[in-house]
């Protein structure tokens, strides 16, 4: 599968943005998704998660409340919705895909996929 994000940009603290990842081919909808990001110097982190039917979800505790991860089987796409943004977001935001026989683990879930990362940044 491949995974393309986008939708990333500059915006001024407490602002927001939609971040999209479209994938590829015909077992999107048998794949747990993953949004995760890497800030500079800083390891890449689990930002939300959900699984293969949208059921369940995932958030890192610091972010919940202010990001709401969705996917639409139909169109093959994952979204992350990121309001009242602050400055510590700014990162590169990754989307990520398991493979199809996976089990759905919440912020164990394994990812096989990656996506080309979309910058964030936020400004103060």
């Known amino acids: 599968v491949q995974l393309q994000a986008s939708g990333g940009g500059l915006v001024q603290a407490g602002g927001s943005l939609r971040l999209s990842c479209a994938a590829s081919?015909?077992?999107?909808?048998?794949?747990?998704m993953g949004w995760f990001r890497q800030a500079p110097g800083k390891e890449r982190e689990l930002v939300a998660a959900i699984s293969n039917s949208g059921g369940s979800t995932y958030y890192a505790d610091s972010l919940k409340g202010r990001f709401t991860i969705s996917r639409d089987n139909a169109k093959n796409t994952l979204a992350l919705q990121m309001n009242n943004l602050k400055p510590e977001d700014t990162a590169v935001y990754y989307c990520?895909?398991?493979?199809?026989?996976?089990?759905?683990?919440?912020?164990?879930?394994?990812?096989?996929?990656w996506g080309q990362g979309t910058q964030v940044t936020v400004s103060s």
């Open positions: 990520s895909a398991s493979y199809e026989s996976n089990t759905w683990n919440g912020d164990r879930t394994v990812y096989n996929y």
């Open positions: 081919g015909r077992t999107f909808s048998r794949r747990h």
